[in-house]
Nanobody
Framework: QVQLVESGGGSVQAGGSLRLSCAAS????????MGWFRQAPGKEREFVAA????????YSADSVKGRFTISRDNAKNTVYLQMDSLKPEDTAVYYC?????????????????????WGQGTQVTVSS
């Protein structure tokens, strides 16, 4: 089973940037699509962005398109979320996750239920 650990969260002013990292352990990390999700207090966990196993295909939520970029480096067993032009509404706990049910998939899914392994989350706070 893959184990995921997020890092890179913190506090930033609106308009600033952060880069989140998700370090993975496990023998089969490179064959699965990876996603980033976020959850604010009192809200449902929502999709942010996902990347296919090879990194060739990505998809981002409308709320972050043009501002956030997901990427992966399979040689380092790491997935990244570069967040630019941050807004207060981006404040949430950010989680990385793996779609372990569909190895080698070229497409990505956007529902939390599609992802079966989750990290512990990292807090992102954006001030006005």
């Amino acid at each position: 089973q893959v184990q995921l650990v997020e890092s890179g969260g913190g506090s930033v002013q609106a308009g600033g940037s952060l880069r989140l990292s998700c370090a993975a352990s496990g023998r089969t990390f490179s064959v699965y699509a990876m996603g980033w999700f976020r959850q604010a207090p009192g809200k449902e966990r929502e999709f942010v962005a996902a990347v296919s196993w090879s990194g060739a295909n990505t998809y981002s939520a409308d709320s972050v398109k043009g501002r956030f970029t997901i990427s992966r480096d399979n040689a380092k067993n790491t997935v990244y979320l570069q967040m630019d032009s941050l807004k207060p509404e981006d404040t949430a706990v950010y989680y990385c996750a793996v779609d372990r049910t569909r190895p080698w998939a070229t497409s990505v899914l956007i529902t939390p239920a599609a992802y079966t392994v989750w990290g512990q989350g990292t807090q992102v706070t954006v001030s006005s």
